[in-house]
């Protein structure tokens, strides 16, 4: 039957719950926080080889740090030199991981961070350590990146599950990058998605993406959210195609892809730009079941008055039951869930600190 995980980073620690798949309609107990008072910005949990939870946490008073643990939070390991720092020659020094990555099930050790000041590191030892990647880092772009108004950082690392070499990131506002390489050549992927803030609306690089899902089926098909619009690719990203037009607003910061069935994803609609609270006051996912051609709003079960709490990019996530759960949590400390992949939802939690990211599997 399998037991589902839930992590819920806030900006004042990590909260866990676990409830069997066939009960997730019923009340949850979340327990914590765990590194209490740290802002957690990235949640992985690694199934690769048991189950290891990885987590990047920020201290306001001893800075950024990874930590792992591999029996579901009861303990917890953050090694004796910082797992990811910056090399003295690049002249920086890290303010935040923004997302932490297990690569596939051929690269049992392989995680990758993202970070801010935008850049991707490698681990070969499952998240001890990380290097960084001197391809991306020397992009002749990366020098012309400007930070979005979250910072400069790289938030999204997708491995595609066909080559062990294939990576796509994103970073905001630098735009979205691909190599097939290993990450010692990069190529810009924005060709077709505008940036409105530039004199040039659709330049080769300087999006401020928010975040990119990849399809179930089709590992060429991306969905794209981005600052004003939303976008699909069917080739991997070299190009990209407008399908926000039917949606409430095409501003927002999460997308999250159905993990089995192909052309489902999920979005959360916010206000542009000034105030970035759900659109038209209303708490409503948005989901497609035929690539983005058309959009469906799901608010069964949330709140029905005016609301204003905004879903950041990587607090909207999936897990992989059958039928698929879906969950979110917002700025207002409030998280809820879906087990019909949706259709309908409940109010798990409220009153946690602000909700910065959120991560869910099931466990063997």
């Known amino acids: 039957m399998g037991e589902v995980l839930l992590a819920v980073g806030t900006r004042k620690g990590l909260f866990l719950a676990r409830q069997q798949v066939a009960r997730r309609h019923r009340h949850w107990e979340f327990e914590g926080p765990h590194f209490n008072a740290q802002a957690i910005y990235a949640v992985a949990i690694d199934r690769r080889s048991g189950t290891r939870l990885l987590v990047g946490g920020d201290s306001a008073h001893w800075g950024p740090s990874v930590f792992h643990s591999d029996d579901l939070g009861a303990s917890w390991v953050e090694p004796g030199q910082p797992a990811v720092r910056f090399p003295e020659d690049t002249g920086t020094s890290l ?29 070969g030892d499952g998240g001890l350590s990380f ?11 990366r020098e012309r990146w400007e930070p979005g108004g979250g910072g400069l ?45 530039l004199p ?7 999006q401020c993406v928010h975040k990119i899902a990849r399809d179930a089926e089709d590992p060429d098909r991306l969905y794209l959210q981005n600052h004003w619009g939303v976008y699909r690719s069917d080739d991997g990203g070299d190009r990209w195609t407008s ?39 209303r708490c409503r996912v948005h989901r497609t079941e035929d690539a983005g051609a058309t959009w469906q709003e799901l608010g069964r079960g ?13 607090a909207l996530s999936t897990d ?15 998280v809820y869930a879906s087990d019909d992949e949706g259709d309908s939802w409940r109010q798990l939690t409220a009153h946690l600190p602000d909700v910065l990211c959120v991560r869910a599997a099931v466990l063997d």
């Open 95 to 123: 303010e935040r991981v923004w997302q932490l990555q297990p690569a596939g099930a051929d690269q049992p050790g392989v995680v990758y961070a993202g970070t801010e000041p935008a850049a991707l590191f490698r681990s």
């Open 243 to 281: 399908v926000g037009d039917a949606l409430p607003s095409d501003f927002g910061f999460p997308v999250a892809a159905h993990p089995r069935r192909g052309g489902v994803a999920y979005l959360f609609p916010l206000n542009a730009d000034s105030d970035r609270v759900p659109s038209g006051h």
């Open 131 to 141: 290097a960084l990647v001197r391809g991306l880092w020397r992009h002749p772009t």
């Open 302 to 314: 949330l709140p029905a008055g005016a609301h204003y709490g905004p879903v950041l990019r990587d």
């Open 200 to 206: 040039d609306p659709y330049p080769p690089f300087g």
């Open 153 to 197: 950082g790289l938030h999204t690392i997708l491995c595609d599950p066909r080559d062990a070499g294939a990576l796509t990131v994103a970073v905001s506002a630098g735009g979205a990058y691909r190599t097939t390489d290993g990450g010692d050549t990069w190529n810009p992927s924005n060709h077709g998605v505008q940036a409105n803030f």
């Open 320 to 334: 992989d039951a059958d039928p698929v759960g879906l969950y979110f949590g917002n700025r207002n400390g409030e």
